[in-house]
């Protein structure tokens, strides 16, 4: 489903090339794993499953910056080899439709919201969520594990 009212936002490049970068340079918060299962380990760069046999590195990210009583990291993958950033804003990325939960924050990073998407289309979740004045951006988290897996943001 394409929308117009809202933007997926995957990983800057820039973060994805640092953590290659590091990974290379031995850096010991950055692991770099094959993957061995189907659907275990998404690249927030590209926004999608990795597949068995592919590296990726595993390596902490601050979706909410420090300094705010929300403020988050978490365990991140992405791809160890180069991959293209994801490039369709409009769309709801294909491989994440279930098994997420989609927190809306206000623009001091603070939850306004969240709810889960099992089997519901995410796109209605996440535009319910902007319906509400105090949503500045939406992240879509993994529902099992916690981590977030990618950003969206009002069109
Ligand atoms: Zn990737």
């Known amino acids: ?86 490039t369709a804003p409009n769309e709801y990325p294909a491989d994440f439709r279930n098994g997420r939960v989609v927190r809306a924050y206000d623009s001091n990073y603070n939850i306004v919201d969240a709810q889960v998407v099992d089997g519901s289309e995410p796109e209605v979740v996440i535009e319910s969520l902007f319906e509400k004045p105090d949503t500045a951006f939406v992240d879509v988290r993994s529902v099992t594990h916690g981590c977030f897996t990618f950003r969206v943001q009002r069109a």
């Open 1 to 86: 489903m394409k929308t117009s009212r809202f933007h997926v936002i995957p990983l800057p490049s820039a973060i994805a090339d640092a953590a290659r970068r590091a990974v290379n340079a031995g850096a010991a918060d950055h692991e770099l794993i094959t993957v061995d299962s189907p659907e275990s380990s998404p690249c927030r760069h590209c926004l999608r499953w990795a597949q068995p046999g592919e590296r990726v590195i595993l390596f902490p990210y601050a979706a909410i910056p420090s300094g705010h009583p929300y403020s988050e990291t978490g365990p991140i993958f992405v791809h160890a080899d180069n991959c293209q950033r994801y």
